[in-house]
């Protein structure tokens, strides 16, 4: 069975300082990686996801997630915070694309003006 | 476009009862997900429909079903509803179900279902 940690409950960052949410991930087979963010009262949001090759994905809003097979991690990364980007992260596996997220519990990101 | 649609936004229900919730599919999508998200939880998989046919079923009790009809919107049915069914029910419609490059789910705002 799939599944993915997040182990950090909140992130706390200053405006303008890099952003790093943390993500590992346990599948069989080759896994599909997701990262999603949810605003207050509104569904998930697509941000990036990594299927194969470059190991450094680009997304919306200026996000990027390195895939790092040995170490089982998809940390999702932005090299400037805005206040706007205070909302909770969900990185998400399937295996083989499947269809069948396994989400993790979500990190609440919080940038302080 | 129109993003996927969900009705309705919210609900209460009393326990015992039943709940129909409707999903409306990204025009082009074929495959329709469901999705349990609890608060202070991620979203949990249900169901995924492809082509009318159940293609994958969640660690989820009988009470729980969904059917998809030919114009690819989908409902979710609850039966015998328990306190612990409260939650924001998610739906997620992507192009195909399996083995795509362009398999990303796009979501619903949701239905938050509370059971009293």
């Known amino acids: 069975a799939q599944s993915v940690a997040q182990p950090e409950d909140q992130v706390n960052v200053a405006e303008g300082n890099p952003l790093t949410v943390k993500c590992t991930y346990s599948?069989?087979?080759?896994?599909?990686l997701f990262w999603y963010v949810q605003y207050p009262n509104r569904g998930l949001q697509f941000l990036l996801k990594?299927?194969?090759?470059?190991?450094l994905v680009k997304g919306s809003y200026g996000f990027e997630a390195e895939f790092n097979k040995s170490q089982t991690s998809f940390h999702l990364k932005k090299p400037s915070a805005l206040v706007s980007d205070s909302a909770l992260y969900f990185c998400?596996?399937?295996?083989?694309?499947?269809?069948?997220?396994?989400f993790g519990k979500g990190n609440q990101v919080v940038v302080i003006p | 476009d129109a993003g996927v649609t969900q009705s309705p936004t919210h609900l209460i229900k009393t326990r015992g009862q039943h709940v129909t919730l409707r999903c409306s599919p990204i025009?082009?999508?074929?495959?329709v997900s469901w999705y349990q998200q609890v608060l202070g939880q991620g979203p949990q998989f249900i169901f995924q429909?492809?082509?009318?046919?159940?293609?994958g079923r969640g660690n989820f009790p009988d009470r729980f079903s969904a059917r998809q009809f030919p114009n690819y919107s989908s409902e979710l049915n609850v039966n015998a509803l328990l306190l612990g069914d409260s939650a924001l029910y998610l739906c997620?419609?992507?192009?195909?179900?399996?083995?795509?490059?362009?398999?990303?789910?796009?979501f619903g705002p949701g239905t938050r279902l509370t059971v009293l």
């Open positions: 599948v069989s087979g080759n896994p599909y």
């Open positions: 990594y299927i194969t090759g470059d190991n």
């Open positions: 429909y492809y082509e009318k046919e159940e293609r």
């Open positions: 997620a419609s992507s192009y195909k179900n399996s083995g795509s490059l362009y398999n990303e789910q796009f």
């Open positions: 025009s082009g999508h074929k495959s």
């Open positions: 998400a596996v399937s295996p083989y694309g499947n269809n069948r997220l396994a």
